[in-house]
């Protein structure tokens, strides 16, 4: 089947705009993660989901950035009141079972660059 | 603070074996996780170590000593395509996963 799809695969946006980043997983996958990358960076964890629930959310930079998942499959990342700083690559991953025990897939990222 | 420390580059020739090693101190800890990334691509999951111990799969292994707080990545028969970057990652008891700032692995013929 489909690996996990994110979309936009890249995003410009102008300074004090919202955006909206989606993830599809893979069909089945009942875990889901959020991963923030910078250039020349690490990986940064933001957040993840098992089911619909995220157990601790304070991976998130900070209250700009929020996200959801509904009905156990598409989640969406929102960042309010976009910053320069916020310029990353976002990236999803998902896992059949939860607790960053099973195996991730990766999605390929989206490129968000705020001007 | 938390923080994991991984060394920066490491080079090799094809057919070596690279360990690449991973140090860390953060509040808690459920498990270790290593994940590859190549230039330009997204990071692929490799190994998650909970307890104490070897793991293989394939040409690498990954090793935990939690008593430590230290583990490695063990790379075998070394080939190009192992050139990338590799990154060890903690899973503290927040839920939280805190990522190494990952090493440059460059393999030469």
């Known amino acids: 089947g489909a690996g996990v799809s994110q979309s936009p695969s890249n995003k410009v946006t102008e300074k004090g705009k919202d955006v909206e980043l989606r993830c599809d997983p893979i069909?089945?996958?009942?875990?889901l993660y959020w991963y923030r990358q910078s250039l020349g960076q690490g990986l940064e964890f933001l957040i993840y989901f098992q089911g619909n629930s995220a157990p601790d959310k304070s991976g998130l930079p900070s209250d700009r950035f929020s996200a959801e998942r509904t009905g156990g499959s598409v989640s969406t990342l929102t960042i309010q009141r976009t910053q320069q700083e916020d310029s990353a690559v976002y990236l999803c991953?998902?896992?059949?079972?939860?607790?960053?025990?099973?195996?991730?897939?990766f999605g390929p990222g989206t490129r968000l660059t705020v001007l | 603070g938390q923080s994991l420390e991984q060394p920066s580059e490491v080079t090799a020739v094809e057919g070596a074996i690279v360990q690449i090693n991973c140090t860390y101190q953060t509040s808690g800890f459920y498990g270790l996780s290593w994940y590859q990334q190549h230039d330009g691509g997204a990071p692929t999951f490799l190994s998650y170590?909970?307890?104490?111990g070897l793991e293989e799969t394939g040409r690498f292994s990954s090793f935990l000593s939690r008593s430590d707080s230290y583990g490695y990545l063990l790379l075998q028969e070394l080939q190009m395509k192992d050139s990338a970057s590799y990154f060890c990652a903690v899973l503290d008891n927040t839920d939280k996963l805190i990522f190494g700032t990952g090493t440059r692995l460059q393999v030469f013929p």
């Open positions: 170590n909970a307890l104490d």
């Open positions: 069909s089945g996958h009942t875990a």
């Open positions: 991953a998902s896992s059949l079972g939860g607790g960053f025990t099973d195996t991730q897939y």
